[in-house]
């Protein structure tokens, strides 16, 4: 009796004198002021714990007792759906996985088939994929973008700059020391060499280049090479030659970046005080060094 006297909700704070048609329950091994709790209260904390997961285990958070939760007998019908409810729960992210998985397939297929029209030419396109196995199709045409991707990740600018930074920065530090001792010029310096993977380029770029440059390909084929009569061959050309114009610009560009960095300077603080209507030129330092000497 003085265990029913003691009694208090640990959620509501609420004591069987409040209310004394509640229903109480003990249902862990807790002792003392967290040995009961309202079957209603209870039952709301469950809900916020499983979260719509009716089935969850939940534990006592004070001696991790796990509850036992029972369950009122169901029909036959009603297990029947509950079961179906259960499976599709379980199989659904594995339909939706195959779901893209097969979208993305017949979308290279499509872009595959495309692309074999696009370079060769659209009769002689269709008359080879007809002509084609069909299991053949169906294993080489997803591999024309996958391939074009797999290309486009092939930085060999990249090499071709390093080459020539590693072979023209010796010449160029003879020099600018050659130029230094006749001049007083500090010899320019050399910059941090980033490293490659830090330069990266985005995979939504490397995407869209990847699979625009059949097309791009064919439109510089057209223009350039007007004379050769083969499609496919005009294509391989106009490839041939975007990415050589593309690769000979960016090495260009990134040289120039680097001759940029090379040849910054870093000005002399200037303290322009209240009052002052105009910032103090900058020093040079060899007036400096005579005016002290």
């Known amino acids: 009796m003085e265990e029913q006297t003691d009694r208090h909700c640990w959620v509501c704070f609420a004591t069987e004198h409040d209310d004394h048609s509640a229903e109480w329950v003990s249902p862990c091994k807790c002792k003392g002021s967290t040995k009961w709790i309202h079957q209603a209260c209870l039952q709301r904390w469950l809900d916020e714990k499983q979260k719509g997961n009716s089935t969850g285990s939940v534990t006592c958070p004070q001696c991790g007792t796990e509850y036992l939760i029972v369950f009122p007998k169901i029909g036959p019908l009603v297990y029947f759906l509950q079961q179906i409810d259960r499976f599709l729960s379980k199989m659904s992210p594995f339909a939706a996985a195959g779901v893209v998985v097969g979208t993305v397939y017949w979308s290279a297929v499509t872009y595959g088939a495309v692309t074999v029209m696009q370079v060769v030419g659209h009769k002689k396109g269709l008359d080879v994929m007809e002509r084609a196995d069909p299991l053949f199709l169906l294993m080489g045409l997803p591999t024309i973008p996958v391939m074009l991707v797999l290309g486009k990740m092939i930085r060999w600018e990249d090499y071709v700059l390093r080459m020539w930074r590693k072979y023209s920065n010796k010449l160029q530090i003879i020099s600018s020391m050659v130029s230094a001792v006749s001049t007083g010029h500090p010899v320019p310096r050399v910059p941090a060499e980033a490293s490659y993977q830090s330069d990266h380029v985005s995979i939504s770029r490397i995407l869209c280049g990847a699979l625009v440059f059949p097309t791009i390909a064919n439109l510089v084929g057209r223009l ?3 004379r050769v009569t083969s499609n496919l061959q005009r294509t ?10 593309k690769g000979a610009l960016k090495v260009y560009f990134k040289q120039q970046q680097y001759l940029i960095q090379a040849n910054r300077r870093i000005l002399n603080y200037v303290d322009q005080r209240p009052g002052d ?3 103090m030129p900058p020093v040079d330092n060899e007036d400096s060094g005579n005016e002290g000497n």
Request: glycine share 12%.
């Open 277 to 279: 209507e105009e910032a």
């Open 236 to 245: 391989v050309l106009g490839g041939i030659a975007f990415v050589a114009i």
């Open 224 to 226: 350039m090479f007007r």
